[in-house]
């Protein structure tokens, strides 16, 4: 095969032209010898077997990209030994593109490009060449497969796919610290020539950033850049292909640097001395001023922490930093006053909490200020001479007794009158009263200790000059005790006697209590009224203890007798003057349970075991009263009869009764008489309403059917087989629809009647009923010859035909 190319587009390629021509001149033109393989068949002929010669083999073709030229651009050549230049040989070609980017001369085998090709969508193109004889078709060559490759030109400018690009970098950093690599793509293939290599270069951002050419890192170009003298950066890079030579295509990004900050600034305050007026009247604890010092920094490189440094401030004030507004917040620790100290000095230092030790040399990070606080005077309240008064007074002392003196003063300088009162919103005011000048405090009644031992009131004060200035002040009045009230019984309740009881015997041991209090009330002493005559019950032991014992005097009680005995006691106290008082206890005989153990009536003991009341055992008794009541009316209701089926003869109402009563079977003779319709004569005579139950039924004997004696026929038996049972049917209805006496409902009557003239009779034993007894030839005597287990059987039937002979 030859290749040839019509010229050598670009200089570059002159070498490649060259080495094609070469070696399509020195290599593919093939000799064509005959080929070794080959097989002789049967008829003589051989069969030559082919395969593709070395002249018929190639690699690749090449085609320039983006030809703009008017005609089609040449590609190469396809060539046959076959062909002899006769024009016998058709040259064919298929494939990727084929006929439509590529074409062939049928006759010369030159191909073309018909269109402009761009590398970056399609590298290459895979067909398949052919070569065949034009008049028979067959091939002269076998499909050999070759690649035409897309020549890469410079046609692709280098980009910056993530651009534009932001970066920090800390500021004051050294010389040649990275900030950003950043990296252009060129779409030229990178094999051939210098299309896709690109060198990076810096458009703006000198002198303060530089560029790597080959790299495109970024780096700082100057040192101790400060981001308080400028904070950010627009900085352009260029790449640039063809390694930068003359001609070659461009891109460009652009990178937004800014220097982040580091604490390289310590704080200052605008001025050295600052003054603040602060009144005398501010609130403890409250915000009085405000102070700050600036910093040049951001974020936590310019928080800033306040102290007060010199003593006399510091006891007085305290300060502290607002996150926010990074101010020093000044604030009172104790109260101030203007008549003993007018002026503070304060020194207050700013420092930073967050120190780069690199920038140690700068100095330290801190800096302080003088603050001159001038209190300011104000009229205050009334001062009272101390916080909380604690006064007392005896009960029950008249109204005006003095209970204690409160003192205030005013403050300020001009010292003046200072008026007292109550505070009306508190019930203390009911029992005191205060002097508006002096402060005295007096009770306005009675008090009692036993009713309210403490009453809280509050006093308040105010200037004469100024009423609305007011302070107040709690006071506490302590009700002291007085031996105001008798002594008594400590127990209400019946003392329970039991009968039982010797002479000697402690029936209970009773106390006393006093209203009064603990040293006036604590000492009793017990004994009987000494007025009564002496009593043969009981007695009284004084225990000296502040108890009692009551003791029987007689042996046994008899409840029947007398149940409740009545023992006055009278108590005394110890107080100053002795007080007593008389209580009268209740004594109950009950019979007590064995031993003696539980002194307890025996009903009141079930009662207080159960742990239920009388009312609660009341209550028990009637639910269990009204259930069972309930349960008696139902079970009555249970048991009633039904309502008649027929209510009056108004009733006019269809009504459907229903029977669900089993028959006796056989031996039942008053269901129906059957004499009924066997002989219409005798049934008028009993012939009854069906709605309406007989008085009494006609009783007819059931003979077994063994009985072998023979009855004689009755005279209405003898009729009975002449007389017509559907005349008698007739006769029945007639009377029905002509009774008015019936019920006015649909009645149904049924009749079976087996007939006349069977030849084996009626199978029925309602035969026998009203006709006597007929006999019977059955004979159960082969009821022997069954073996053992009907014996039973036979013994019965033999029994009940002795029985009927002997009846």
């Known amino acids: 095969m030859r290749i040839s190319a019509s010229s050598c587009l670009c200089p570059f390629l002159v070498c490649l032209c060259f080495i094609q021509r070469s070696y399509g001149a020195g290599h593919h033109v093939p000799s064509r010898l005959p080929s070794r393989n080959s097989t002789k068949l049967a008829n003589g002929e051989t069969e030559v077997h082919h395969r593709p010669k070395r002249g018929w083999i190639w690699n690749q073709f090449f085609v320039l990209e983006e030809h703009m030229g008017p005609d089609a651009q040449y590609v190469g050549k396809l060539h046959s030994n076959s062909d002899k230049g006769d024009g016998n040989v058709r040259y064919i070609l298929s494939g990727e593109g084929a006929g439509t980017i590529f074409i062939i001369d049928e006759v010369t085998g030159d191909i073309h490009a018909t269109k402009s090709l761009d590398r970056e969508r399609k590298g290459h193109y895979v067909l398949h060449a052919q070569a065949l004889d034009r008049h028979s078709e067959d091939a002269l060559e076998p ?64 002198p303060y950033f530089s560029v790597d050419p080959k790299t495109g890192i970024i780096r700082t170009a100057l040192s101790n850049m400060d981001r308080e003298a400028r904070e950010h950066y627009s900085v352009v890079i260029q790449a640039k292909d063809m390694a930068g030579q003359v001609g070659g295509l461009s891109g460009s990004t652009t990178i937004n640097i800014t220097l982040s900050d580091i604490n390289d600034n310590p704080p200052k305050f605008p001025q050295k001395n600052y003054q603040l007026y602060v009144p005398e009247s501010a609130q403890v604890g409250k915000p009085v001023g405000k102070i700050k010092a600036n910093d040049e920094d951001l974020g936590v490189n310019a928080d800033i922490r306040y102290s007060i440094i010199n003593s006399e401030g510091a006891n007085t004030f305290s300060i502290a930093t607002d996150r926010d507004t990074r101010e020093g917040i000044l604030s009172l620790k104790k109260p101030l006053n203007y008549e003993r100290k007018k002026t503070y000095t304060l020194h207050i230092e700013g420092v930073n909490t967050h120190v780069d030790p690199r920038f140690s040399y700068l100095g330290s990070f801190k800096d302080t200020a003088t603050l001159k606080i001038t209190v300011g005077d104000v009229d205050e309240g009334p001062v009272f001479s101390i916080d909380h008064y604690i006064m007392d007074v005896y009960e029950n002392a008249p109204g005006g007794t003095e209970v204690g003196t409160v003192t205030a003063r005013d403050p300020d300088s001009r010292n003046s009158p200072v008026r007292y009162f109550l505070d009306s919103k508190e019930e203390g005011e009911r029992y005191f009263r205060i002097d508006e000048s002096s402060g005295v405090i007096r009770t306005t009644k009675h008090l009692d200790r036993e009713d309210m031992s403490w009453h809280n009131i509050t006093v308040m004060a105010s200037e004469v000059d100024n009423p609305s200035l007011l302070s107040h002040v709690p006071v506490t009045v302590q009700v002291l005790d007085v031996n105001d009230n008798p002594p008594e019984i400590a127990t209400d309740e019946e003392v329970i006697v039991c009968e039982s009881s010797r002479p000697g015997q402690v029936i209970q041991t009773v106390t006393a209590v006093d209203k009064d209090d603990f040293a006036n009330g604590q000492r009793f002493s017990f004994a009987l009224q000494s007025q009564l005559p002496l009593n043969p019950n009981f007695t009284l032991k004084d225990n000296e203890d502040s108890t009692a014992s009551i003791i029987a005097r007689r042996r046994r009680f008899n409840h029947l007798t007398q149940e409740l005995y009545e023992l006055p006691i009278v108590v005394w106290d110890g107080g100053e003057p002795s007080l007593s008082g008389t209580s009268t206890l209740t004594l109950r005989v009950c019979p007590c349970q064995r031993h003696g153990k539980i002194r307890m009536c025996q009903g009141e003991a079930f009662l207080s075991s159960a742990g239920l009341s009388t009312g609660a055992l009341i209550a028990i008794l009637l639910c269990i009263v009204i259930l069972l009541t309930i349960v008696v009316v139902f079970v009555t209701l249970r048991r009633s009869k039904k309502e008649p089926l027929i209510i009056s003869e108004e009733d006019i109402r269809e009504n459907v009764v229903t029977y669900d009563d089993e028959g006796g079977g056989e031996e039942d003779t008053e269901a129906f008489d059957i004499i009924a319709l066997r002989n219409p004569a005798a049934a008028e005579e009993l012939k009854f309403r069906r709605d309406v139950r007989p008085d009494s039924r006609q009783q007819h004997c059931i003979l077994p059917p063994n009985n072998h004696r023979q009855r004689s026929r009755s005279p209405s038996e003898m009729e009975l087989d002449q007389t017509d049972v559907h005349e008698f049917i007739r006769q029945r209805l007639v009377e029905a629809d002509m009774d008015n006496t019936g019920p006015p409902y649909d009645s149904l009557q049924t009749y079976a009647y087996e007939g006349q003239g069977s030849p084996t009779g009626t199978v029925s034993p309602l035969d026998s009923l009203g006709t006597g007894t007929q006999s019977s030839e059955q004979d159960y005597t082969y009821l022997d010859d069954w073996g053992p287990e009907f014996q039973k059987l036979a013994g019965l039937y033999f029994a009940e035909s002795d029985s009927d002979v002997t009846t």
């Open 143 to 206: 499909k050999s497969e070759f690649i035409i490759k897309v020549q890469d030109i410079n046609d692709n400018a280098p980009k910056f796919p993530d651009g534009p690009f932001v970066a920090t970098v800390p500021e004051m950093s050294e010389l040649g610290t990275s900030v950003l690599q950043v990296t252009a793509s060129d779409a030229d293939d990178p094999t051939y020539g210098n299309s896709a290599r690109i060198v990076y270069s810096i458009l703006q951002g000198q």
